[in-house]
């Protein structure tokens, strides 16, 4: 279950990349990137860079309960 939970974190991690390549892309591009989409993308990132780290946290050993 460990590798997989930690599967899915790195192919977050790596949507998230593509997200964030999409915004830049579109950004330095000539017409210019729509607002709505650029933030929505940089929006969606964030997400599945914190849904990963929770992944890949739950993945590991049990934290220490003080």
Do not use: H, N
Not at 3 to 9: D, G, Q, T
Not at 14 to 21: P, S, T
């Amino acid at each position: 279950m460990k590798v997989l939970l930690r599967s899915v974190a790195v192919l977050f991690v790596a949507i998230g990349a593509v997200l964030i390549y999409a915004v830049i892309a579109a950004a330095t591009s000539d017409e210019g990137a729509r607002a709505g989409v650029a933030v929505a993308f940089v929006v969606g990132a964030a997400v599945l860079a914190w849904a990963a780290v929770m992944l890949w946290r739950r993945g590991g050993t049990a934290a220490p309960q003080v």
